[in-house]
């Protein structure tokens, strides 16, 4: 189920950096795992990697149908995604899905956004964070700190009880130019995204 509505709403442990390092973006590009791809998205200025199995799903511009025929999805998988997706069309975010087990509507996903930090300082990030996501209605909320090149970054992980409860993992990070990117991982009910931390350390902002 597709859960960006909360990716800044209101505005997992261990990083790839130490503490304290100061690294410019570009000077930090994350490396892309083998079998891997590397996804941007000029508008939203974010990009990230995932597995190969994951695709981008063009919400912006309403052509969901169309990014699934590009990357060769088709059937009950393109049916369980455009149903996911259809209430993000024309929203200006990054939305990428895993292809493998779409079904019934509820499919892992990724998405992603960038927008001015208001003022958020690396010490509020992880309070502010947990505190907007609770004012969405957020529960079981369990948080902690980390640095992803170089950056100040929180990973949350919360259940949102809608018709069925589903669980995500929220990680926002702190970019240059007073803005913050946040990224939300959202799951189906009772499953987990295994290379959830690795896609994580690879988030950057765009120039």
């Not at 995604?81 to 209430?87: F, K």
């Not at 919360?158 to 589903?166: E, P, Q, S």
């Given at each position: 189920m597709a859960l960006s509505s909360a990716v800044l709403g209101g505005c997992s442990s261990g990083g790839d950096d130490a503490a304290g390092e100061k690294k410019s973006?570009?000077?930090s590009a994350p490396a892309v795992p083998d079998g891997w791809r590397k996804i941007e998205s000029p508008e939203v200025g974010l990009s990230?990697?995932?597995p190969q199995r994951w695709v981008k799903v063009d919400v912006n511009a309403g052509e969901i149908a169309e990014s699934l025929r590009k990357a060769g999805v088709s059937g009950a998988s393109a049916e369980a995604?455009?149903?996911?997706?259809?209430?993000l069309e024309g929203k200006n975010l990054l939305y990428v899905v895993d292809t493998a087990g779409a079904s019934g509507g509820y499919i892992n996903n990724i998405s992603g956004l960038c927008g001015p930090n208001?003022?958020?300082t690396a010490e509020q990030l992880e309070l502010v964070t947990k505190a907007g996501l609770a004012r969405i209605g957020a529960q079981d909320i369990e948080s902690s700190t980390l640095t992803i090149g170089g950056m100040p970054a929180v990973k949350v992980g919360?259940?949102?009880?809608?018709?069925?409860?589903?669980r995500a993992v929220q990680v926002r990070v702190l970019v240059p130019g007073d803005r913050i990117c946040g990224v939300t991982f959202g799951m189906k009910p009772g499953e987990d995204i295994k290379e959830l931390d690795e896609i994580a350390r690879?988030?950057?902002p765009l120039p």
């Open positions: 973006a570009a000077a990230i990697a995932v995604i455009e149903q996911g997706a259809a209430q208001g003022g958020v919360y259940t949102v009880k809608a018709a069925i409860a589903a690879t988030i950057r």
